[in-house]
């Protein structure tokens, strides 16, 4: 059984409490929360509270997105970091979600893995004193300062951040940057979404991103296949942001057929 988890963009005006139930009921092996949507994180609970209510659930609290634009590094960042470290260490979550500026600065390769660098570098010893896990995201725009997985891979190993650092594998922004090599051991968690417009992958955004079917165009199916016979066993968390699937009242059988039907594309 692929080991599917949820990321709270699936459901993003769902209750905390309401999606942990969710994602149970689904099978899935755990959650994903995050401090951008529009309700206060969650919900304005104590960070214990969510702790208690995972674990009673048998779900796992995979990461606490996120620290914005951090490779936009200051000690305002810093300081962004650091508060995001203790609520995660708080409510029990194994890591953080790193996600790089999107602005259209530093986006050439080598200012591309400087800035990454001074930030990945800046936060390791943070992380470690917090017995925490970052997960960091290349987005595949072209304004992204960190759009290439090679570029990340070079930078882990630069400040000997193996271990503490993993990607993540998104099959939206890996196919916006154009596919390329994938990193089965750096990879920390695979975020799934679907495409079914045909239009080109420069114009892809994210309202564009709904449950993975047959009319996906990003080849989902074949990435996971591809992630997973390469050794990554982690977890697949739904990340949808179209606004069709923020509208379902329901979105438990949309979400269990996407998941059955990734399931049989994997295994067949």
Same mark, same amino acid.
């Given at each position: 059984?692929?080991?599917?988890?949820?990321?709270?963009?699936?459901?993003?005006?769902?209750?905390?409490?309401?999606?942990?139930?969710?994602?149970?009921?689904? /099978?899935?092996?755990?959650?994903?929360?995050?401090?951008?949507?529009?309700?206060?994180?969650?919900?304005?609970?104590?960070?214990?509270?969510?702790?208690?209510?995972?674990?009673?659930?048998?779900?796992?609290?995979?990461?606490?997105?996120?620290?914005?634009?951090?490779?936009?590094?200051?000690?305002?960042?810093?300081?962004?970091?650091?508060?995001?470290?203790?609520?995660?260490?708080?409510?029990?979550?194994?890591?953080?979600?790193?996600?790089?500026?999107?602005?259209?600065?530093?986006?050439?390769?080598?200012?591309?893995?400087?800035?990454?660098?001074?930030?990945?570098?800046?936060?390791?010893?943070?992380?470690?004193?917090? /017995?925490?896990?970052?997960?960091?995201?290349?987005? /595949?725009?072209?304004?992204?300062?960190?759009?290439?997985?090679?570029?990340?891979?070079?930078?882990?190993?630069?400040?000997?951040?193996?271990?503490?650092?993993?990607?993540?594998?998104?099959?939206?922004?890996?196919?916006?940057?154009?596919?390329?090599?994938?990193?089965?051991?750096?990879?920390?968690?695979?975020?799934?979404?679907?495409?079914?417009?045909?239009?080109?992958?420069?114009?892809?955004?994210?309202?564009?991103?709904?449950?993975?079917?047959?009319?996906?165009?990003?080849?989902?199916?074949?990435?996971?296949?591809?992630?997973?016979?390469?050794?990554?066993?982690?977890?697949?968390?739904?990340?949808?942001?179209?606004?069709?699937?923020?509208?379902?009242?329901?979105?438990?059988?949309?979400?269990?057929?996407?998941?059955?039907?990734?399931?049989?594309?994997?295994?067949?």
């Amino acid at each position: 059984m692929l080991p599917f988890a949820l990321n709270h963009m699936t459901a993003p005006n769902m209750a905390w409490q309401t999606f942990l139930d969710l994602a149970k009921g689904l /099978g899935c092996v755990g959650v994903e929360f995050r401090n951008d949507l529009s309700a206060p994180l969650f919900g304005g609970a104590d960070p214990a509270e969510v702790k208690a209510a995972v674990a009673a659930r048998g779900l796992r609290f995979l990461a606490l997105a996120e620290v914005k634009m951090f490779n936009d590094w200051s000690a305002t960042k810093q300081a962004e970091a650091e508060a995001l470290m203790n609520i995660a260490v708080a409510a029990g979550a194994e890591s953080v979600s790193l996600i790089p500026r999107n602005d259209g600065v530093a986006t050439d390769r080598k200012d591309s893995f400087k800035v990454t660098e001074t930030a990945l570098r800046a936060l390791l010893p943070m992380l470690k004193a917090h /017995g925490l896990k970052a997960m960091v995201e290349p987005l /595949g725009f072209g304004v992204c300062s960190l759009r290439y997985k090679d570029v990340l891979a070079e930078v882990i190993h630069a400040v000997g951040g193996v271990g503490t650092y993993f990607m993540v594998h998104d099959t939206f922004h890996h196919a916006l940057a154009g596919f390329g090599p994938i990193y089965p051991e750096l990879t920390g968690i695979v975020h799934v979404s679907g495409v079914n417009d045909t239009i080109y992958l420069d114009d892809m955004r994210d309202p564009h991103r709904v449950l993975v079917g047959a009319d996906d165009v990003l080849g989902n199916v074949a990435q996971i296949r591809a992630l997973r016979a390469a050794g990554y066993q982690g977890a697949i968390s739904y990340e949808p942001f179209a606004p069709s699937v923020h509208g379902l009242a329901d979105p438990a059988p949309a979400l269990k057929a996407s998941m059955e039907f990734i399931r049989q594309g994997v295994e067949a």
